[in-house]
């Protein structure tokens, strides 16, 4: 099975959603032209990083991202991968979440991102998640995380063992000073759990970072597919063969011969 999957590597205007919902809009036009099947956003792309800022900003209960990114599916017939963005539970409880939509605009997942990023100092104004992100998009079992979440293997591995999930999802705001390390991460993740990673940067700046871009899609022997630029925005598209996974998986069953009994 062939699938045709677009990321949307853009800049992020900081604290300015109207100004971000329009990209969003136009990226999913442009996915739509190409004929995608999936289409992935970055990460907090309704405020960026605006973190002292969210009281403002962040979007109630994610009502109007939902919304959005509900008619951008219907209208187009896109699945998507939502990104993140920062929402409100309540008047002091904010999120980094995610939602996925498949292609007839039907919300299939909801993600609070795990682990904050404290060099950030992402925990102190949001709080973490606590549920796994796991859900069947265009056929595929598939898992998605959030930026810092690929720090830490045995999160992804518990996700991807649950059913060996074909797809990992990664969407980020990642610093260009380690895109060196986004890059090898990714590829690690991709390899060590036998999957195809499709992951989405951000480009452009806030006051604190420079972000690196490197969007990149990934075979489940750690080969890149296909990856954008460091520094533009661009609509990355590869087309991806889950049957390939298979024959990795069959040829070195990594899920088959783990021992977890021996890992507490
Ligand atoms: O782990 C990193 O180096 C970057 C993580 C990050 O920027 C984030 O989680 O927002």
């Not at 309704?46 to 599916?73: F, M, P, Q």
């Not at 991102?113 to 950030?120: E, I, P, Q, Y």
């Not at 606590?130 to 265009?138: D, E, G, I, P, Q």
């Not at 990149?216 to 063969?241: F, H, K, M, R, T």
């Amino acid at each position: 099975m062939t699938l045709k999957i677009a990321v949307a590597q853009i800049d992020i205007a900081l604290g300015q959603p109207a100004i971000n919902e329009k990209k969003i809009i136009t990226y999913a036009e442009k996915a739509s032209d190409l004929g995608v099947d999936i289409l992935v956003y970055p990460e907090m792309w309704n405020t960026g990083y605006d973190l002292k800022n969210l009281a403002t900003l962040a979007d109630i209960r994610g009502e109007k991202s939902v919304s959005l990114l509900r008619s951008l599916a219907e209208k187009y017939h896109l699945n998507i991968v939502g990104g993140s963005v920062a929402t409100s539970q309540n008047d002091d409880e904010f999120y980094n979440t995610m939602y996925v939509f498949n292609n007839q605009g039907k919300q299939i997942s909801m993600y609070n991102k795990l682990h904050l990023f404290g060099l950030m100092n992402e925990e102190k104004y949001i709080t973490a998640g606590k549920s796994m992100n796991c859900f069947t998009l265009s056929g595929i079992p598939s898992a998605a995380v959030i930026c810092y979440d690929i720090r830490f293997p045995e999160w992804i591995r518990t996700m991807m063992s649950k059913e060996p999930q074909q797809i990992l999802y990664v969407v980020a705001e990642w610093p260009v000073q380690r895109i060196q390390q986004w890059q090898l991460l990714l590829q690690a993740r991709a390899i060590e759990n036998q999957t195809f990673v499709v992951a989405a940067n951000r480009v452009g700046r806030d006051d604190n970072n420079v972000f690196g871009g490197h969007s990149l899609v990934i075979d489940p022997l750690g080969n890149i597919i296909q990856q954008a630029s460091d520094e533009n925005e661009a609509l990355l598209v590869a087309e991806i063969n889950i049957a390939d996974e298979d024959y990795i998986r069959g040829e070195i069953p990594v899920f088959r011969d783990r021992r977890p009994e021996l890992y507490q």
